[in-house]
């Protein structure tokens, strides 16, 4: 069956397998900022799809042969990788479908080597081809994913395609409503990776969990001739130690020292150098334990009270996805200038540029999957990819110290199902990295009156609870501020997770009348918080919702939102609101 044109004929039945076919990339090698690699990032080709009748076929450049002819054919378009096209063309800013990219690939193999295309992140599924070949695909919009090339570049140029397609699916993570802007594309960096036959894939390098002075770690060769040793070499701490590899090429790791531990006054990160007899990869690595007593959170010993600010992967000012060092220089020195220690990095697993700057500028972090809302928690489809993204982000970000939480989920109503799955979700998350605390962030209490009780019964399989409470913005306050009690059925650490309300920056009013998004009525609600925040005895720390306006379609007050959540201490271009200050000033005295 064909859908013929005046020009091109179009094959529908490779086109259906093109689009529903499941395919998976492989899981990504740890620490690629630190290995030989040729960066992909720049101008990349563009032809937007806008009704997804694209096949790979269709889009095989014939640039190269100046008589061909075709219908679909990347000429002078072009889009910045990494970057989101919603951004950077007028036309594509509420566009969600297809974009196919395409950028030629000089390559230069170096001895016996082999070749990976690494991919920071693309948004939300991504479908992947070298030299007229699919190599594969990869869904969800947050995590890396690579591809081992070596059979398929070649010497010279090479014709790379990547079809990036952000559509909201009933079975996405997210799935069709979130309330955030749905930025599609290459929206992270993509290198071309070499390594030697035998190389070293991956590792963890880590404090053992609750002690000070031990790392308990592994280390993971993959290639044809992984016997023998691999080295781990401290230098400052004259650490130099050898360890024998397993027949699934992996060596246990065990190394006592006397650490300098990571804390956000004294951000301190070792070089850690690893070696095998093909391999080399050097790391930053800092040491600290995390830890909860009863309802405190224990850093490093000692109770620690967690100051922080929830931000979106989002420069406001540009209107566009954050994607290199300097984006997320702002958005952390935005923090460290709150008086932040800590960072919620919502909704999802964020730049590893954020990430690693964080760690080296001192914020404790909490990193999260994309389990938003309204997911389908009896739907196996759907929970598969839940713990594929959650192994992805771990996976990832293991060995950066400053994350001190991992997140399952945000808002997901209570249900059976919810907390088989979730509960499941962090066995898996604990078996994967046992060192750090696990969390979800709840907006479901028992509320009788000024009495809200924590009963939600998942908080058994958590470290830290975390509430989403907006009083006195959704709902109006039951009682004067200071005679709000809180109580919760288990003795652990709670993190006010989100909590705020709306103000258009400039816009003025009474401090009791929300009606008018004045900037009086958000900072007296931010007072009134702190009065209540003073008598939960078990709170271990804050987190407002949020720190700058960010763009979404969810909002659309046409008065007052205009695409824009104003719950922002900053406005969307950078703008100090009163409650800013209010916060500072309360983090000054914690």
């Known amino acids: 069956m064909t859908v013929t044109t005046k020009t091109h004929v179009l094959p529908c039945i490779i086109l259906f397998l093109f689009l529903s076919q499941p395919c998976f990339a492989q899981s990504p090698m740890n620490n690629v900022m630190g290995r030989s690699k040729q960066i992909l990032n720049g101008k990349w080709q563009v032809i937007t799809d806008w009704y997804n009748r694209g096949s790979a076929d269709s889009y095989n450049d014939s640039s190269l042969n100046k008589n061909a002819f075709k219908e ?9 990788v990494p970057g989101d096209w919603n951004s950077q063309l007028p036309e594509l800013k509420y566009y969600e479908g297809s974009v196919w990219y395409r950028k030629v690939v000089n390559f230069h193999k170096r001895g016996s080597k082999k070749a990976f295309l690494y991919f920071g992140g693309a948004n939300y599924q991504a479908d992947v081809y070298l030299n007229g070949k699919k190599i594969g695909g990869h869904e969800g919009g947050f995590t890396p994913f690579q591809f081992e090339v070596t059979s398929t570049i070649k010497e010279g140029n090479n014709d790379l395609i990547v079809r990036v397609n952000n559509q909201r699916r009933v079975d996405g993570i997210p799935a069709m409503a979130f309330d955030w802007w749905n930025y599609g594309g290459i929206t992270r960096d993509v290198y071309l990776v070499q390594t030697t036959e035998t190389y070293i894939d991956d590792y963890f390098i880590q404090l053992e969990k609750n002690s000070m002075n031990r790392i308990i770690g592994w280390v993971k060769l993959k290639g044809a001739n992984r016997a023998g040793f691999v080295t781990v070499s401290i230098p400052e701490l004259k650490t130099n130690r050898q360890f024998e590899v397993d027949e699934n090429g992996q060596a246990l790791i065990d190394i006592k020292g006397n650490f300098k531990l990571w804390s956000p006054e004294r951000p301190k990160l070792y070089r850690v150098n690893i070696f095998s007899a093909t391999d080399t990869i050097k790391d930053e690595i800092g040491f600290r334990s995390i830890q909860v007593k009863g309802t405190q959170i224990v850093l490093n010993g000692k109770p620690v009270f967690l100051k922080g600010i929830s931000f979106h992967e989002e420069i406001p000012q540009r ?3 954050a994607v290199d060092d300097a984006d997320a220089k702002q958005l952390l020195t935005w923090a460290k200038e709150l008086g932040c220690n800590f960072v919620r990095l919502a909704h999802y697993p964020q730049n590893e540029h ?18 938003w809302q309204g997911i389908a928690f009896n739907d196996n489809i759907i929970l598969d990819k839940a713990k594929n993204m959650l192994s992805e982000m ?11 939480i991992w997140s399952l989920s945000n808002e997901t109503e209570p249900s059976p199902d919810r907390n088989k799955v979730l509960t499941q979700m962090a066995a898996i998350c604990r078996n994967l990295d046992s060192t750090r605390l696990v969390s979800s962030a709840f907006d479901h209490f028992n509320q009788e009156g000024n009495k809200i009780t924590i009963d939600d019964e998942l908080s058994k399989s958590l470290d830290v609870l975390a509430a989403n409470k907006y009083m006195g913005w959704y709902a109006g306050w039951p009682s004067k501020p200071g005679e709000v009690l809180w109580e919760s059925k288990f003795n652990k650490p709670l993190i006010m997770s989100e909590f705020g309300g709306e103000a258009v920056s400039g816009q003025h009013g009474p401090v009791d009348d929300k009606s008018v998004w004045g900037e ?52 969307e271009k950078g703008e100090k609101k009163k409650a800013w200050y209010i916060i500072k000033d309360f983090y000054s005295t914690r």
């Open 72 to 80: 679909f054919r990347f000429d002078a378009l072009t889009l910045n």
């Open 354 to 371: 954020t990430v690693r700057m964080a760690e080296a500028m001192g914020l404790m972090m909490w990193e999260e999957i994309p389990v």
């Open 520 to 571: 009086e009525y958000q900072e007296q609600l931010y007072k009134d918080n702190i009065v209540m925040f003073n008598k939960i005895p078990f709170l271990a720390g804050v987190c407002p919702w949020i720190m700058a306006d960010f763009r979404t379609p969810f909002r659309m007050n046409l008065k007052y939102q205009q695409g824009w959540n104003r719950k922002g201490l900053l406005s």
């Open 394 to 404: 771990v996976e990832r970000d293991k060995n950066r110290c400053g994350i001190i």
């Open 319 to 321: 209107q566009g996805r």
